[in-house]
């Protein structure tokens, strides 16, 4: 597609439920992350995925947070038993190889993710 | 320590008139790269413009100059002749080369309010 997309993009959910929350990068961009914005704050990196490397996992905050990416393609950012201080928006990006690029990342418009 | 620093949490400029954002670094990495994204109420993060450790000029794209002082490791950027449309959050951060070199790490935004 031309640009990131994510879905939903708002997202209420009840406290100790699962969400998953999608990423759909900019065709052949190889390199995928999710960051996580909470209010008032910058972005926190979650997780890095690069072709079929493993990925780098060394942001996410506990073991109730996991993503897988199928395909080297479509992004799935999943909260197991989701508590209270989960509420942030998610935003995904995706790039081509890092070293080619100084533009950063591309986003997406994000995930609001609500727990209540 | 904070790797990137913004220390005016809000800004307000008239139309028309020119602004500085601020932004200060922290790294021992010789080679690294700095970025600006600009976060309208969409919450879509929008790249602005980017310099290189080892560029010589400061990078400018359109009304968007990026104020480079390498020995005071700062990275100011300037929005020139500002429009209501600047209004938004702002937001510097820096990757660096050595290590986890895909990652950007961000600082903690500016608020830009443009008055007409």
């Known amino acids: 597609g031309a640009g990131v997309s994510q879905s939903p993009s708002n997202k209420v959910t009840e406290k100790g439920k699962d969400v998953e929350l999608r990423c759909d990068p900019i065709?052949?961009?190889?390199?995928l992350y999710w960051y996580r914005q909470s209010l008032g704050q910058g972005l926190e990196f979650l997780i890095y995925?690069?072709?079929?490397?493993?990925?780098?996992k060394s942001g996410l905050p506990s073991d109730r947070f996991s993503a897988e990416r199928t395909g080297g393609s479509v992004s799935t950012l999943t909260i197991q038993r989701t508590q209270q201080e989960d509420s942030a928006v998610y935003l995904c990006?995706?790039?081509?190889?890092?070293?080619?690029?100084?533009?950063?990342?591309?986003f997406g418009s994000g995930t609001r993710l609500t727990v209540v | 320590a904070q790797k990137i620093t913004q220390t005016q949490p809000g800004m307000f400029v008239q139309e028309k008139e020119a602004v500085t954002l601020d932004c200060t670094y922290d790294?021992?990495?010789?080679?690294?790269?700095l970025f600006w994204y600009k976060q309208p109420s969409s919450g879509e993060m929008i790249f602005l413009i980017y310099?290189?450790?080892?560029?010589?000029q400061n990078a400018t794209e359109g009304r968007y100059s990026l104020n480079f002082q390498k020995a005071r490791k700062s990275a100011n950027l300037v929005i020139s002749a500002s429009q209501l449309g600047d209004s938004a959050m702002y937001f510097c951060?820096?990757?660096?080369?050595?290590?986890?070199?895909?990652?950007?790490?961000f600082g903690k935004g500016t608020l830009l309010t443009v008055n007409p």
């Open positions: 310099q290189g450790s080892y560029d010589q």
């Open positions: 995925f690069q072709g079929n490397s493993a990925p780098d």
């Open positions: 065709s052949g961009h190889t390199a």
């Open positions: 951060a820096m990757r660096e080369a050595g290590g986890s070199n895909y990652k950007l790490t």
């Open positions: 790294t021992s990495d010789p080679s690294y790269g």
């Open positions: 990006a995706s790039s081509l190889l890092w070293r080619t690029s100084n533009y950063g990342y591309t």
